[in-house]
């Protein structure tokens, strides 16, 4: 059974740092990039950051680079998300997902044909 488990997600006040983790499990890590992408109720998902696990390739939306770093630990099957300076505005349920390819990831593509599986999400509050 494929499974992607988030955690870490909380309340912290803006300015302060928060690290998600993502659990995989069910399919080979090492072929699959992986994702986080952020949610607020009524507005649409939003691409955070990507990580290839075969080349370690990474990918930031504009809104988050400089201040989010995705890692992750192939040999535990684990990505992590350092998010620093959060602000208000980074409020959302963050989901990891997994995809074969980091390139239709980075292109946007998964926003027409979704990813190959998600998690099912951890709550981050920011609060000003």
């Known amino acids: 059974e494929v499974q992607l488990v988030e955690s870490g997600g909380g309340l912290v006040q803006a300015g302060g740092s928060l690290r998600l983790s993502c659990a995989a499990s069910?399919?080979?890590?090492?072929?699959?990039?992986i994702g986080w992408f952020r949610q607020v109720p009524g507005k649409e998902r939003e691409g955070v950051s990507c990580?290839?696990?075969?080349?370690?390739?990474?990918y930031y939306a504009d809104s988050v680079k400089g201040r989010f770093t995705i890692s992750s630990d192939n040999a535990k099957n684990m990505v992590y998300m350092q998010m620093n300076s959060l602000k208000p505005e980074d409020t959302a349920v963050y989901y990891c997902?997994?995809?074969?390819?980091?390139?239709?990831?980075?292109?946007?593509?998964?926003?027409?044909?979704?990813?190959?599986?998600w998690g099912k999400g951890t709550l981050v509050t920011g609060s000003s």
């Open positions: 069910g399919f080979t890590f090492d072929d699959y990039a």
């Open positions: 997902a997994a995809d074969l390819s980091f390139g239709r990831v980075v292109a946007g593509e998964w926003i027409d044909y979704g990813m190959d599986y």
């Open positions: 990580i290839s696990s075969s080349d370690g390739s990474t």
